[in-house]
């Protein structure tokens, strides 16, 4: 493996932005995508220079989502590391309420922008007999789901199912895969849920407090290490005290 390549989705996350700051130094490469110019990615950009490649990509258009693998290709730069923090829109909304275009929005935003991700460089980690890729999925995924999530929740689902597939699959060809299952992480992500559920879920902690940004990036480095060679197929869960 000549270059470490990583591949982040949703780079203009809270998460994305600061596991940026921690870990460039261990890769000669980080491919950030991102939907919309974002200041945080370009003052990383000015810092970082060369090493940070900037790459938007509007994940709801399929066509677009081919464009942005075909950037990558265009610049030569395979990764060797690929983090999916992409998703949709977090809201509560009854069932009731929801319509197809929603689930149809979630999925292809989470899911559809993955398998076209990974059908493109999957295949080159295999042959190199060596890759990572990590998942962000939700804490839904391992306890029961609060009510008027259906719509992320299931496309958090979907990405498991993904994920245990793909590990399945390219078990034997030096490609580790694996998910994350955080419970709520204060971040921007959350500024169309309720101020009173954000609170509630965080009384409703042994610690009486949600995640933060810093819980979660351990793990996140750790898994994309060669620390986590023996590990794949899993769904690790961040409860935050919370026994799953």
Same mark, same amino acid.
């Given at each position: 493996?000549? #270059? /470490? %390549?990583? !591949? *982040?989705? +949703?780079?203009?996350? @809270?998460?994305?932005?600061?596991?940026?700051?921690?870990?460039?130094?261990?890769?000669?490469?980080?491919?950030?995508?991102?939907?919309?110019?974002?200041?945080?990615?370009?003052?990383?950009?000015?810092?970082?220079? #060369? /090493? %940070?490649? !900037? *790459?938007? +990509?509007?994940?709801? @258009?399929?066509?677009?989502?081919?464009?942005?693998?075909?950037?990558?290709?265009?610049?030569?730069?395979?990764?060797?590391?690929?983090?999916?923090?992409?998703?949709?829109?977090?809201?509560?909304?009854?069932?009731?309420?929801?319509?197809?275009?929603?689930?149809?929005?979630?999925? @292809?935003?989470?899911?559809?922008?993955?398998?076209?991700?990974?059908?493109?460089?999957?295949?080159?980690?295999?042959?190199?007999?060596?890759?990572?890729?990590?998942?962000?999925?939700?804490?839904?995924?391992?306890?029961?789901?609060?009510?008027?999530?259906?719509?992320?929740?299931?496309?958090?689902?979907?990405?498991?199912?993904?994920?245990?597939?793909?590990?399945?699959?390219?078990?034997?060809?030096?490609?580790?895969?694996?998910?994350?299952?955080?419970?709520?992480?204060?971040?921007?992500?959350?500024?169309?849920?309720?101020?009173?559920?954000?609170?509630?879920?965080?009384?409703?902690?042994?610690?009486?407090?949600?995640?933060?940004?810093?819980?979660?990036?351990?793990?996140?480095?750790?898994?994309?290490?060669?620390?986590?060679?023996?590990?794949?197929?899993?769904?690790?869960?961040?409860?935050?005290?919370?026994?799953?």
């Amino acid at each position: 493996m000549s #270059e /470490k %390549i990583l !591949l *982040i989705t +949703g780079a203009s996350s @809270d998460i994305g932005t600061k596991l940026i700051n921690e870990i460039n130094k261990d890769y000669d490469y980080i491919i950030a995508h991102h939907n919309s110019d974002d200041g945080k990615l370009k003052e990383l950009k000015q810092i970082l220079g #060369e /090493k %940070i490649i !900037l *790459i938007k +990509g509007n994940f709801r @258009d399929e066509d677009d989502t081919y464009k942005f693998v075909e950037e990558i290709k265009k610049i030569e730069k395979m990764p060797t590391h690929i983090l999916h923090l992409t998703a949709g829109k977090f809201e509560n909304i009854k069932f009731s309420k929801l319509t197809w275009s929603k689930f149809k929005d979630d999925i @292809d935003i989470a899911l559809r922008s993955l398998v076209i991700i990974l059908n493109a460089f999957l295949p080159i980690m295999s042959k190199n007999k060596y890759g990572k890729v990590l998942v962000m999925l939700t804490s839904c995924t391992t306890n029961i789901p609060p009510k008027y999530l259906t719509s992320y929740v299931t496309s958090k689902y979907a990405l498991l199912g993904l994920v245990k597939a793909l590990s399945n699959e390219y078990a034997d060809k030096g490609v580790r895969i694996n998910g994350i299952s955080p419970s709520m992480i204060e971040t921007k992500f959350l500024e169309n849920i309720s101020e009173i559920i954000v609170k509630q879920n965080a009384m409703n902690s042994p610690t009486r407090s949600n995640l933060k940004v810093d819980d979660v990036i351990p793990t996140i480095k750790f898994l994309l290490s060669e620390g986590s060679n023996s590990i794949t197929g899993q769904n690790i869960a961040i409860t935050n005290g919370n026994i799953m």
